[in-house]
């Protein structure tokens, strides 16, 4: 997201990133009865969303490491959740009794998330002309 300031006084270039992530719910294998190929699926999804959760529960604690580099889905939010960004989490809830279970679980992952303290700041990049002493 590019955008140049209208007022005038400044006529910096102001850039930006903007991720939408769609996070699929955890598989219930038991409940999908899921074999082979999509079996497969079900359980890189259930890593990546365990890893996820990982990531989050550290930095909701704020402990020295975080374990962004054990999944793909992980190391895509890094940027988003390490600090220097604004970030949003949407959560779908369901009223209905037969979708409780993941309901509850999402509300919980979202209780922990609303933990990660996240400080976003406008990084300044001068150009070689700004550079030089006057």
Known sequence: VQRRSCSGEDDREV??????????????????QSVGETLEEAKKINASLTALGKVIDALAERRAHVPYRDSTLTRVLEEALG?????????????????????????????????????PHQNVVYSPEELLPM
């Open 15 to 32: 850039m930006g990133k903007l991720s939408l992530v769609d996070l699929a719910g955890s598989e219930r294998v038991c409940r999908s």
């Open 83 to 119: 600090g220097n960004s604004q970030t949003t989490l949407l959560v779908a809830a369901s009223a209905c009794v037969q979708h409780q279970d993941e309901t509850v679980c999402s509300l919980r992952f979202a209780t922990r998330a609303q933990k990660v303290m996240t400080c």
